[in-house]
């Protein structure tokens, strides 16, 4: 471990790793498609028949935003990357971390931290985070552990990784995110076509002061955390049947979704406090993409109008804890994330909670 204080910390290489093989909506049959729409498959019901009265400009804006895709099946996602069955998430980490390291420039040896969320495990009890470590010939001294926040665990891997590195307890640290949930959704369900499958990996590493992690803000609400869930329905996870990822409360789910706009600014608001920003000097914008409209909507309510962005929706659909990875990556490649910018991400996860972070990027 490493004994010097550095002043800062921050991102130093983001890699990604997304199947080949490309699902498009046309895969699922048109008959099973249109009777998600008749099964009630929408998170918000029709008109008459559940009535929602906004209590905030932000509820108000996601019913709209959501009104929108009432008559699309697929919700918005129009392609999804799919691993071949026979893969493990640990075989898309691995690629993912070789390539932030790659991005990185760094010597692996340089690694004492490796902090992990397989969405999807390769086992139950047995870490994917060893598994990687072991492939790519880490030290032996190095902390791996896995950090189970689901769609918020890159949020919180950042910053348990700054604060060991400010610390002088880690020099380096390998951020890992995976996600092949849809493994445990059968095909004929709406949700099927929701997600899809990635791995993505961060380089945290020592900054010069005034780049890198600036500043925090985490929430938490464990009344909702039975809002999505993967279990045998009815049971707990590990009884007699199939697991399968689905709502055991539908009421607290939409609650959580009616929530989006108005947590996503109290956590980013407080997060541009800290750091001495305000919204409008935001120079990029890393959301979550649960869905199309989910970082449109949070970045016009939260008042960054000048800040870029990069949406991966489009070619990814939902894939968890990577969403955010994937946005710095895609950014960081068609020029839209720049040296010296004043980032700000948000992110939520099942649980519940929610973070935002802001940094300056760059090394200084």
């Known amino acids: 471990m490493a004994s010097q204080r550095p002043a800062a910390a921050g991102i130093w290489g983001v890699g990604t790793y997304l199947p080949p093989t490309i699902r498009t909506n046309d895969w699922w049959d048109k008959d099973v498609a249109n009777s998600w729409l008749s099964k009630d498959a929408k998170l918000v019901p029709e008109k008459g028949k559940e009535r929602f009265e906004p209590e905030s400009e932000g509820q108000r804006l996601v019913l709209a935003a959501m009104a929108e895709y009432r008559n699309d099946p697929f919700y918005g996602a129009v392609e999804r990357r799919i691993l071949d069955d026979d893969l493990d998430a640990s075989q898309m980490e691995i690629e993912a971390a070789k390539a932030a390291i790659r991005a990185a420039d760094i010597d692996p040896g340089a690694i004492d ?56 307890r880690a020099r380096y640290a390998l951020l890992l995110q995976s996600n092949i949930v849809r493994r445990i959704v059968p095909s004929d369900w709406p949700s099927s076509a929701w997600f899809g499958d990635a791995a993505t990996a961060v380089i945290v590493g020592p900054v010069s002061e005034g780049f890198g992690l600036l500043a ?91 800040a870029r962005f990069a949406d991966t929706h489009a070619v990814a659909a939902h894939a968890s804890a990577c969403n955010i990875p994937l946005a710095l990556h895609a950014g960081l490649h068609n020029g839209s994330l720049r040296n010296s910018d004043v980032v700000a991400t948000y992110s939520g996860g099942t649980g519940l909670t929610w973070s935002s972070v802001v940094l300056r990027w760059g090394r200084g």
């Open 216 to 306: 925090t803000s985490h929430r938490v609400e464990g009344s909702t955390n039975t809002a999505l869930v993967a279990s045998v329905p009815g049971a707990r996870w590990y009884d007699e049947g199939r697991v399968l990822l689905h709502p055991r409360d539908p009421k607290v789910a939409r609650s959580i979704i009616l929530h989006v706009a108005d947590h996503g600014k109290e956590v980013v608001t407080d997060a541009l406090d800290q750091a001495g920003f305000e919204p409008s000097q935001v120079d990029f914008y890393a959301s979550h993409q649960a869905t199309s409209w989910f970082r449109p909507l949070t970045q016009k309510f939260i008042g960054m109008s000048k």
């Open 113 to 168: 931290m490796l902090l992990g969320f397989s969405i999807l495990p390769d086992y139950q009890l047995s870490l994917n985070a060893c598994t990687v470590h072991h492939a790519l010939g880490l030290s032996r001294n190095c902390v791996a552990m896995s950090t189970d926040s689901v769609c918020n665990s890159f949020l919180h891997q950042l910053s348990l990784a700054e604060a060991m590195i400010r610390a002088g």
